[in-house]
């Protein structure tokens, strides 16, 4: 194939798209490029499947060469298993494309998307989206596309709505109080994906709006590729034998279509009498038609046609629910919390027969998470993790690694909490939540948003606001629509829509779109914003009436943790040489102390007391101490010349012999002893940061005191300083030591004289 490239200007940066010389084996491939950021997207179509879904898979995958990184592990370099992040990225495209494919193709279909180059500008998760669209559009594959992506951002200055960024710059996201990814169609909207600071509903639409302008122009850029090297596509038909067994399973077997809805929703042997009638209708028609080779499969694949078909029917023409519901209603809901008695908060919300069960584990900061991508490496210190067991279906199943649906519903309850969660310098807690949920049966996601803010409220966090959040459906045909507040799994899976949208009684904190249709209109999304308010108003109204606020304490089982901000120059001194001070701050008061780049000390324990002993040391140590203080001290060392007394915890000073007492001391033991606490006084701080002190206070501190006698001085009236050197002790015993007498150097000037401690060369001793 002839290498083609298109391009354009897309918010001030020039995207580029790429094809017919990289991975020519492919059925289709395109090399995409926006700023320094380039990925290479791959698609192949596997042939006709015997399986009754659809297998297109989409693989997203990050090498972390992409930004010249080299695995961390000291054991392996080799990129392991995909990340959360590449996983989510894999389901962003798979949920905007997955849509658009006949509901008859069955061909098998693996997307792959390696990313080759990051310059942490430009994001390649949407970038790969675009180019998963152009290669769908150029392949021979069915496909109703293409569609166009953007991430829109939304600053607000002074209060006041300033612009939407259309795909923001790392700087930029940074500053938005939105995150919305869009993927779509030239008039409808495929597939949202958005998080959120508590934003109102008429910025998300305005949001939409504006991503509009924008994939009208990659949607231009991707049909001009494709009339350049466009592929003839594949023809799908329809299955003669499904449409005929649907036509006689309509007409001869409403009565037990009905019986089945009635059976799925209660959950009440709805697999048996699925089996016992699938059974039936596969003889009934063996014998009707004897020569035409069917399966239970399709007997089976038909029998979900008609059945939600009927569903769609009932609601559209009846105002009808499976359930009986009114439109707008929401299932029973029940809550509590302080379910666990040794977690550190823990939640029990059920709504209908959907219950999730959601823990929360608090720890110190050293434990929060570390991502490592080709981006670079971040934290998390706030987790959330969804578990959804077969059980919880009613089904027997793998139990192992979590599947990429758990990680997206965690992640989807995880965006809807971040924008309520406490700052570090707030709440210095790492916090983990895990929602066990115990049953599904219609949006566990939201379930478990809900569970984990009444878990974090009993767990003492102090949450800016509850979340609640809620899923609104769809059924529709070509002339009318109909939405449905808080969907059921049967509603779910006949239904055009899962719409679900989590937020404050303020605004909106995420959303996550999913369509089985060919997009929704930006009409639809104002209507389902505003019922989804109207519901999300009831769940948190029915959250307070459980817990009306943060519990005013943590656990008792909980970590007990304080911060405290040292400047960043003081930072060796609570580090200390190799580390010894912070060692011995470790092992002397049992709390765990972790220093921070930016000064930044949390100190955790689970003992409350040892916590407090090192707070305590820490800013002890970064306290600066002036002259005249007074401070209560232990004696922790005596030496010779004087005793060193801690005044501060880990901060020492110095008293010297001469300031013990108003007598002459001629052993600091016979003053003061180790442990004994002692009343001081700092005198200065010297030049090397030295802290001399004083025991003696008032005019004791002012008196002037008779110099100590040497050892083998005379008594005698005349004072010591008057005293010749050839007088002195000290002087004639130097001299001795030397072979001299003491009038060998007596005379003054004398160039031969020795230099001696405590003498000058030209004057009288220095005591």
Not at 562 to 573: N, W
């Amino acid at each position: 194939m002839k290498k083609t490239s298109v391009e354009l200007e897309l918010a001030g940066k020039k995207l580029t798209f790429e094809t017919g010389e990289l991975a020519e084996q492919a059925t289709s491939s395109v090399l995409a490029r926006l700023g320094d950021t380039v990925v290479l997207v791959t698609i192949v179509e596997g042939g006709l499947t015997e399986l009754d879904y659809f297998p297109l898979s989409v693989d997203y995958v990050e090498r972390l060469y992409a930004g010249g990184k080299i695995k961390g592990s000291r054991w392996v370099k080799r990129e392991g298993r995909p990340s959360d992040e590449a996983i989510l990225a894999g389901r962003l495209i798979d949920r905007s494309i997955r849509p658009l494919f006949p509901k008859n193709f069955k061909n098998e279909v693996q997307v792959i998307v390696t990313v080759l180059s990051v310059d942490g500008e430009n994001e390649p998760d949407i970038l790969a989206l675009n180019a998963v669209s152009a290669a769908l559009s150029i392949s021979r594959i069915p496909w109703n596309g293409p569609i166009g992506a953007v991430r829109v951002g939304h600053i607000k200055e002074n209060g006041t709505a300033a612009e939407f960024l259309v795909n923001p710059s790392a700087s930029e996201a940074d500053l938005s109080q939105l995150d919305i990814v869009a993927s779509q169609l030239k008039d409808k909207t495929v597939m949202i994906e958005a998080g959120a600071l508590q934003v109102p509903e008429d910025i998300l639409v305005g949001a939409i709006e504006k991503a509009h302008t924008e994939t009208q122009k990659i949607i231009g850029l991707i049909e001009d590729l494709t009339k350049q090297v466009g592929q003839k596509k594949l023809e799908v038909s329809e299955d003669p034998i499904l449409h005929e067994l649907a036509a006689l399973i309509e007409k001869s077997y409403k009565t037990e279509v009905e019986d089945l809805i009635k059976a799925r929703v209660d959950k009440e042997s709805g697999g048996d009498v699925t089996a016992e009638l699938v059974t039936k209708i596969y003889e009934d028609y063996k014998v009707g038609n004897p020569k035409t080779e069917i399966d239970k499969k399709t007997v089976v694949k038909a029998l979900e046609k008609v059945m939600f078909q009927m569903i769609r029917i009932n609601v559209l023409k009846d105002g009808k629910r499976v359930d009986g519901r009114k439109m707008d209603e929401i299932r029973s809901i029940v809550a509590s919390v302080g379910i666990l008695p040794r977690t550190h908060g823990s939640a029990l919300f059920q709504r209908g027969i959907t219950q999730a069960l959601s823990i929360v584990t608090l720890g110190s900061p050293r434990m929060e998470q570390l991502i490592e991508s080709a981006e670079g490496e971040e934290t998390k210190r706030y987790i959330h993790h969804y578990s959804g067991l077969p059980y919880s279906f009613g089904q027997t199943g793998r139990v192992g690694t979590p599947s990429r649906r758990e990680i997206g519903h965690g992640a989807l309850a995880e965006r809807a909490l971040l924008a309520v969660i406490p700052k570090q310098e707030t709440f210095p807690y790492t916090i983990r939540v895990v929602s066990e949920v115990l049953s599904q049966n219609g949006s566990s996601s939201m379930a478990s948003t809900c569970g984990s803010t009444l878990a974090l409220m009993d767990a003492g966090v102090p949450i800016l606001k509850p979340v609640a959040g809620i899923s609104i459906g769809m059924m529709s045909d070509e002339k009318k629509y109909e939405l449905l507040t808080d969907i059921i799994g049967l509603e779910d899976f006949s239904g055009d829509m899962d719409f679900k949208v989590a937020g404050t009684d303020e605004g909106v904190t995420a959303i996550q779109l999913d369509v089985k249709v060919p997009g929704i209109t930006l009409k639809q999304v104002k209507e389902i914003l505003d019922r989804a308010k109207t519901a999300r108003i009831e769940i948190l109204e029915k959250i307070k009436a459980v817990i009306p606020a943060t519990r005013a304490s943590i656990s008792q089982y909980a970590p007990k943790i304080e911060q405290v901000k040292i400047p960043v120059d003081k930072i060796g001194e609570v580090i200390g040489p190799g580390g010894k001070v912070i060692k011995n701050i470790i092992a002397t008061t049992g709390a765990q102390v972790d220093v921070e780049d930016d000064g930044t000390v949390a100190i955790s324990g689970t003992d409350e007391e040892s916590v407090k002993k090192a707070v305590e040391w820490v800013t002890g140590l970064i306290r600066e101490v002036t002259p005249g203080e007074t401070f209560e001290g232990e004696v922790k060392r005596i030496l010779p010349f004087g005793a060193f007394v801690e005044i501060l915890p880990g901060k020492e000073g110095m008293v010297h012999v001469s300031k013990m007492s108003t007598e002459f001391v001629n052993n600091p033991s016979d003053v003061v002893e180790i442990g004994q606490k002692v009343k001081v006084r700092v005198v200065e701080i010297d030049d090397q940061g030295r802290i001399n002190l004083s025991m003696l206070f008032g005019e004791d501190a002012d008196k002037p005191k008779d110099p100590p006698r040497p050892m083998g001085a005379p008594t005698s009236e005349r004072s010591f300083e008057r005293r010749t050197p050839s007088e002195h002790p000290l002087a004639m015993q130097f001299g001795r030591e030397r072979g001299r007498s003491s009038g060998d150097w007596r005379s003054r000037g004398s160039s031969s004289r020795p230099s001696r401690p405590g003498f000058s060369r030209d004057r009288k001793p220095r005591y």
